[in-house]
């Protein structure tokens, strides 16, 4: 879940209270450094009127996570028709869907109401919108392109590649983003998890008492361990800062991290919801060619991913080398 600034922090946020309209606003945001601008100018702004409105209803941050399947979901219902105006709905759909996205992360942070449940949710609610809209676009594609329809196991294979592609992109940009913002706002601003960490938990648990509470924690490590075993160097830097900083990281050494992570924030939120979304309108409502939006994901985002991948790394092993060499002050 989009919940990323601490208690106390979110306890100050007050509606309608001394504070502005544009700093309670503000407060609602997870940090300008990972904001993306239509986000920032258009989804923001709308998710934070539908958080104040919950606020007052009493609506929780899941219930609306929750209200965002269904919304999404139907979109995906929407785009298999090959009729325009329906398509045209379908879209509307997933922006009302993606506002609620934006909604639930403002509100938990408003009201303090988060959990990892609540995280675990938001980012499934995301999985459930697009599988509803790969499958839609795989059944369009089977009755109405001749290429399709007389190969029709091509296009499913499409989906299943494209699917593992955006949860690994999803995955990633998710980490990344969680990366800068510990270094940003410190552990409790951000949502950066350790796998022993969650291991331990998970141990903890008992099938016969907690069965729910372990299966859901059985997803979310293998989540986090994928994470980790796909960015060695930033492992081994976590370790280095633990040896050398313990919990107390010099902020200088935060603000060097952050100058050379943040241009990379760019990146992580063009593998999130809006440039997807904008290729996945494209193919629908202009090209007419849905199969494509898997294309866009199986190329573009694909080469951006391995780029970013390639970049943070890259910091990684430099800063790690500073943090070993003794003679270099913090």
């Avoid at 325009?84 to 408003?110: C, E, P, V, Y």
């Avoid at 706002?185 to 331990?200: C, H, P, V």
Wanted: charged share 20%.
């Amino acid at each position: 879940m989009t919940n990323n600034t601490t208690g106390k922090e979110n306890k100050d946020v007050k509606v309608g209270s001394k504070g502005s309209l544009r700093s309670n606003f503000k407060a609602s945001l997870k940090s300008m450094d990972t904001e993306e601008h239509i986000d920032l100018y258009f989804y923001r702004p709308i998710g934070y009127a539908w958080a104040v409105l919950a606020r007052r209803l009493g609506i929780t941050p899941n219930a609306i996570t929750i209200a965002s399947i269904f919304l999404g979901v139907g979109a995906g219902v929407c785009f298999y028709f090959n009729n325009i105006w329906i398509n045209i709905a379908g879209a509307l759909l997933l922006i009302w869907a993606d506002s609620f996205d934006s909604a639930d992360g403002q509100l938990a942070r408003m009201t303090g109401q988060y959990s990892r449940i609540g995280r675990i949710l938001d980012g499934l609610s995301g999985d459930l919108w697009f599988a509803a809209i790969y499958v839609a676009i795989c059944l369009r594609e089977n009755v109405t392109s001749e290429f399709f329809m007389a190969h029709h196991w091509v296009i499913w294979v499409m989906a299943v590649m494209t699917g593992l592609c955006h949860a690994t992109q999803a995955a990633m940009g998710d980490y990344y983003r969680q990366f800068h913002l510990y270094f940003l706002k410190g552990e409790e601003g951000s949502e950066l998890e350790n796998a022993d960490d969650l291991r331990r938990k998970y141990n903890a648990l008992s099938w016969g008492r907690d069965f729910w509470q372990k299966l859901v924690m059985t997803f979310y490590l293998n989540y986090t361990v994928g994470q980790e075993s796909r960015t060695p160097r930033m492992q081994r830097l976590r370790a280095a800062i633990r040896e050398r900083f313990g919990t107390r990281i010099p902020q200088s050494f935060r603000d060097e991290f952050r100058s050379l992570s943040l241009p990379l924030m760019k990146y992580t939120n063009i593998l999130s919801f809006n440039v997807r979304t904008i290729a996945l309108f494209a193919a629908i409502l202009i090209f007419r060619m849905p199969w494509l939006y898997f294309a866009f994901e199986l190329t573009v985002l694909n080469v951006l991913l391995i780029y970013m991948m390639f970049r943070h790394e890259r910091i990684c092993r430099l800063l790690t080398e500073k943090i070993k060499d003794k003679n270099h002050e913090y």
